[in-house]
């Protein structure tokens, strides 16, 4: 049994391999294949059959200048996916091309572009919305339904105003109305970018907190107004706007090295030009300020508030006092 279910596995790779070189050149001879997938010109053959009988176009032909190539004009069989899963794939995609796999973001990328090949046409629109709207700056943990990303990738893309319920900070329910303009996927949530029609203003959303039955895309559109970057906009709100406190600090290491351990949601860096960087985070309490700094485990000052090197002190005497009671 376990043999059997190894050959099936090589022989289906092989396959995608046979129709992804097909894809890429116009014509191949059978030698040249046989050398490119490791096997025999016979298994090049066989392996064409089962493409044709998947319903790739492959066409055969001899003589000099010729071999394998697909069809002109031969459609592919078309991928069978609900929606639901035509955005579950394209989602899952957009985050390995933004970073969140490590080593898949190129061929993410190209798997991407082949989706609009073989998906039905129903909902090649679904994924070209989300394909536009998301931004995948680093991994997400946190869930969100597949309905809420596609509804408000689809009113980005069509440039409608959303209306729907939302829970702020504090826990208040509140209605919004909105003009949506990009989703980005940053740390641990997604986030939502869009024009708040009452407060006049940009205005950062974090998706779970929308609640999805009361998701409306309405059919009054909107003309696209000049927007701030997305992913500066939400670092910048999520490091400023929901804390008490905003600290800056110098780090006595270079920027590149910081940047590996300080996460894009957690603070902005600026390279000082001396080997060391600026770091600027937020934190409801000093305490958590002076603790996170020691998580990154490197030598800092405080540079700005003086609160928070009045509060560093405290704890650093209160620290000699443990170990040497």
Sequence with gaps: MGGSMLIMSDTTARVLQLLGLLQGRAMWTGEELSERLGVTTRSVRRDVERLRRLGYPVRASTGVGGGYQLGAGGKLPPLLLDPDEAVAVTVSLRLAAGGSVTGVEESALRALAKLDQVLPSTLRGEVEAISQAVIAVEGVSAPVEAQLISAIARACRDHVLVRFDYLSRDGTPTSRRVEPYRVVVMGRRWYLLAYDVQKEDWRSFRL????????????????????????????????????????????????????????????????????????????????????????????FEVLDPPELRERTLELSERLRRAAHP
């Design 208 to 299: 779970d907190r929308v609640d999805v039955a009361s998701l409306h895309p309405t059919t009054f559109g909107f003309p696209p107004r000049p927007a701030p970057d997305p992913v500066d906009y939400i670092r910048e709100s999520v490091i400023r706007s929901p804390y008490r406190h905003v600290a800056r600090l110098r780090l006595h290491l270079p920027i590149a090295e910081a940047a590996t351990r300080v996460p894009q949601n957690a603070g902005t860096l600026t390279d000082l030009g001396d080997g060391t960087c600026e770091l600027e985070t937020g934190a409801e309490t000093l305490d958590y300020l002076a603790i996170e700094m020691l998580w990154l485990d490197v030598a």
